[in-house]
T-cell receptor
Framework: DGGITQSPKYLFRKEGQNVTLSCEQN?????MYWYRQDPGQGLRLIYY???????QKGDIAEGYSVSREKKESFPLTVTSAQKNPTAFYLC???????????FGPGTRLLVL | GQQVMQIPQYQHVQEGEDFTTYCNSS?????IQWYKQRPGGHPVFLIQ?????EVKKQKRLTFQFGEAKKNSSLHITATQTTDVGTYFC??????????FGTGTRLTIIP
């Protein structure tokens, strides 16, 4: 998981603003994932991408958007349509012939 | 979506006691993975189980996969303070994504 970078570590958003969370990997993994974790809760899948220029909605995609223009990058935009965005956002990758997911350090988003 | 039950949700044990968490699926799994998340951290892969009835050990941790490939357990023998965290199962139904359980938060009383 040292090969996955998420920035920033903490992010503050004003109501009505869009914000973009960065996820970069140097593991050469094809698949990338975005999860949301609320305090004391499990991980819920927002979006995932199996290959460049292709991505799929997860279980809670409403209010979020993604892009996958490069293999190394999978940014997540939290739009103003997401009414309760305060959470811990985790990016993960999967690849190299294995089934394991590797997680980045996460970004904590707080709405002011 | 698929139903994933992980029990218990919380577990408080005295240091040195054993701990077990269970993960149950309503449908047959391709494989199951276990992850540990330390407080304030991110999930870290522990192990993957693939075969029906499989048992794997990592020092004080024992992982089991049910015969029907619908449930799994993680057992920690003689817990230590370093075991503190939330343990998640992650279920692979053979499609492109993993479904995580709600996790079991383990706290240790010294």
């Amino acid at each position: 998981d040292g090969g996955i970078t998420q920035s920033p570590k903490y992010l503050f958003r004003k109501e009505g603003q869009n914000v973009t969370l960065s996820c970069e990997q140097n593991l050469n993994h094809d698949a990338m994932y975005w999860y949301r974790q609320d305090p004391g809760q499990g991980l819920r899948l927002i979006y995932y991408s199996q290959i460049v220029n292709d991505f799929q909605k997860g279980d809670i995609a409403e209010g979020y958007s993604v892009s996958r223009e490069k293999k190394e990058s999978f940014p997540l935009t939290v739009t103003s349509a997401q009414k309760n965005p305060t959470a811990f956002y985790l990016c993960a990758t999967r690849g190299g012939g294995g089934e394991t997911q590797y997680f980045g350090p996460g970004t904590r988003l707080l709405v002011l | 979506g698929q139903q994933v039950m992980q029990i218990p949700q919380y577990q408080h044990v005295q240091e040195g006691e054993d701990f077990t968490t269970y993960c149950n699926s309503s449908t047959t799994l391709s494989n199951i993975q276990w992850y540990k998340q330390r407080p304030g951290g991110h999930p870290v892969f522990l192990i993957q189980l693939v075969k029906s009835g499989e048992v794997k050990k990592q020092k004080r941790l024992t992982f089991q996969f049910g015969e029907a490939k619908k449930n799994s357990s993680l057992h920690i023998t003689a817990t230590q303070t370093t075991d503190v965290g939330t343990y998640f199962c992650s279920l692979d139904f053979g499609n492109e994504k993993l479904t995580f359980g709600t996790g079991t938060r383990l706290t240790i009383i010294p």
